[in-house]
Nanobody, 127 residues
Framework: EVSLAESGGGAVQPGGSLRLSCTTS????????MSWVRQAPGKGLEQVAA????????YYSNSVKGRFTISRDNAKMTLYLQMNSLKTEDSAVYYC????????????????????RGQGTQVTVSS
């Protein structure tokens, strides 16, 4: 179910930063674990970060560890992804989705599991 809205994407040079946001007013955001998932052109879905419902259980993929930071504000029903030191290979459409593990989040993205997801925001890193 598409009930999340991502924002903050755009074009940036290598080494730059962007902050993505994902918000909703349609479901009880605070009871869900959340993930950021991306899809680069011609590639499959990749879970890049996840966070537990209370802000614990934070996970990063090796490809973004040390550069990206996931956080959430349950009072504002908003999920964030701070992206620093961006590389050309970070270019992709970024989605937020419910779920903590890759199986859960990608399952929501593909419709295999019930959950909530957004329509995505484009991030382009190029010189």
């Amino acid at each position: 179910e598409v009930s999340l809205a991502e924002s903050g994407g755009g074009a940036v040079q290598p080494g730059g930063s962007l902050r993505l946001s994902c918000t909703t007013s349609e479901f009880a955001f605070r009871v869900y674990d959340m993930s950021w998932v991306r899809q680069a052109p011609g590639k499959g879905l990749e879970q890049v970060a996840a966070i537990g419902r209370d802000g614990s259980n934070i996970y990063y993929s090796n490809s973004v560890k040390g550069r990206f930071t996931i956080s959430r504000d349950n009072a504002k029903m908003t999920l964030y992804l701070q992206m620093n030191s961006l590389k050309t290979e970070d270019s992709a459409v970024y989605y937020c989705a419910t779920g903590l593990t890759a199986d859960q989040a990608l399952g929501v993205m593909t419709g295999r599991y019930f959950g909530h997801r957004g329509q995505g925001t484009q991030v382009t890193v190029s010189s």
